[in-house]
């Protein structure tokens, strides 16, 4: 197993570029199952998610290629609707697959993806959506078998403005007979980012980025080319870390506006942030505690809760954060506590009383963004720290010590993979 050794304050300072963001590419990569041919995706990342998701669609028949940060899909030969439990377990994205497969082979079948580290994460939502369009869902025994002789238009009421069965049923309602509207519609960048690529392949789709996307159905899409827009989430990261060890740092290829409930949040907090036309500078003063809740796009987003805890263990007073997104997402407390810091949980709620160092430890990473927050942590802290389990790191960070070292941090990977 690989862990990072990282030898704390140490300030970072210079630039870093920001990749592709996963969770615009997971559903990118799905949607060019809903035709037959050649789509390309540039600035994909290279990350354990993405290559998952390559292995699972090439077993469903897609030949991908990678050259650089370009992936070749080739769909014409993808047969199978089905994907068995083994590759569910490992990535629950997989069920992005779900609209695009039932949209080209009216049928798909799929294991039930079960809960994860961060707790329960039900499909409900996806299954109502699928429902909605004409879809006959049979949800029993660990499988969810969908099938539809006819998809058409209908009106979609999300529950929850949930990311992926806003994804999912905007993938599979562009081939159905007839108008779709999904309200409550999750707002994320990332479906912004999926109605342009979708549009590109000939559907025709208006309204994301609002509570209601209309998705007016084709007969048929065709493969298409796209750029993949900026991780809001990788830049939140590198924006928190240069503020924790006190740097100065520009944070390079985002969309400022994606980052607005993050940057403000830091202001309060004490953090100086300068925006650029595609930049964000963040130059770090002295910390005092603030108040913040998860929300859904545009509020502050739960996978940037655990690096902003993080920061708050240093910061002058008390923090209260509330989870409210999902329900055990507080694994890194623990560990923070290891190194110092001064956390309690009450149930979605973590309160922080800053101190005024932390100390290097030995740390486990539970999920992904926990292992970004164990790094910070490490990063600003006295001593060495030894963050094991870094998998999970890669799952949604490409080479993150690298590009720690190139802001001058002490970070080092080290086992065997
Ligand atoms: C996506 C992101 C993830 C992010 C999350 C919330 C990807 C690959 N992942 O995940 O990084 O943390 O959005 O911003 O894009 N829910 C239901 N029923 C459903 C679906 C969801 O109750 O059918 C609940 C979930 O349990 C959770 C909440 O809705 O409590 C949000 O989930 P959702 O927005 O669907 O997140 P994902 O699309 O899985």
């Known amino acids: 197993m690989e862990k990072f050794i990282v030898k704390g304050e140490v300030q970072l300072n210079g630039n870093v570029k920001i990749n592709g963001a996963k969770n615009a590419t997971l559903p990118l990569m799905a949607a060019t199952l809903l035709c037959s041919g050649v789509s ?54 997989s069920v992005f697959l779900m609209g695009p497969l039932l949209g080209r082979f009216r049928k798909v079948r799929l294991s039930h993806p079960g809960g994860c580290d961060i707790g329960p994460r039900p499909v409900d939502l ?18 969810i078998q969908a099938e539809a002789l006819e998809l058409s238009g209908g009106e979609i009421y ?28 999750a707002r994320e960048p990332e479906i912004w980012d999926l109605e342009c690529f979708l549009n590109k392949m000939g559907a025709k789709i208006i309204g994301a980025g609002s509570d209601a996307v209309r998705v007016t159905g084709v007969k048929r899409l065709s493969p298409a080319e796209h750029t993949v827009i900026p991780d809001r989430i990788e830049a939140g990261t590198f924006i928190l870390a240069g503020a924790i060890t006190g740097g100065d740092v520009v944070v390079e290829n985002v969309i400022p506006e994606h980052l607005s409930a993050v940057t403000d949040k830091l202001r309060e907090v004490g953090v100086k942030i300068i925006n650029g036309d595609n930049y964000i500078r963040v ?65 979605r709620t973590a309160i922080i009383r800053g101190v005024s160092k932390l100390s290097g430890a030995p740390v486990v990473v539970h999920d992904l963004r926990a292992g970004a927050a164990m790094v910070l942590a490490a990063l600003a802290a006295e001593g060495t720290s030894e963050i094991e389990n870094v998998f999970h790191i890669d799952r949604g960070y490409e080479a993150l010590e690298v590009r720690i070292q190139g802001l001058g941090g002490n970070i080092v990977r080290c086992g065997s993979n």
């Open 126 to 143: 996806h299954i109502k959506a699928l429902e909605r369009i004409g879809a006959i869902v049979n949800d029993k025994f660990g499988y």
């Open 158 to 185: 999300l529950d929850f403005p949930s990311v992926g069965a806003t994804e999912n049923a905007m993938m599979a309602a562009s081939v159905a007979d007839g108008t779709t509207i999904i309200r409550n519609a």
């Open 283 to 347: 130059r770090a003063g002295s910390f005092r505690g603030v108040d913040i809740k998860t929300l859904p796009y545009p509020g502050f987003p739960t996978d940037l809760q655990a690096p902003l805890l993080a920061m708050l263990t240093l910061a002058r007073g008390t923090s209260i954060i509330t989870e409210t997104i999902f329900e055990n997402r507080f694994k890194h407390v623990d560990e923070l506590a290891r190194m110092g810091a001064k956390i309690k949980v009450e149930g």
């Open 40 to 93: 390309v995706l540039h600035g994909v990342p290279n990350l354990r998610d993405i290559v998952m998701m390559q292995d699972i669609m090439t077993m469903l028949g897609a030949k991908i290629t990678r050259e650089g940060d370009t992936l070749s899909i080739d769909t014409t030969g993808v047969s199978k609707a089905e994907i068995p439990e083994h590759l569910m377990r490992e990535m629950r994205a």
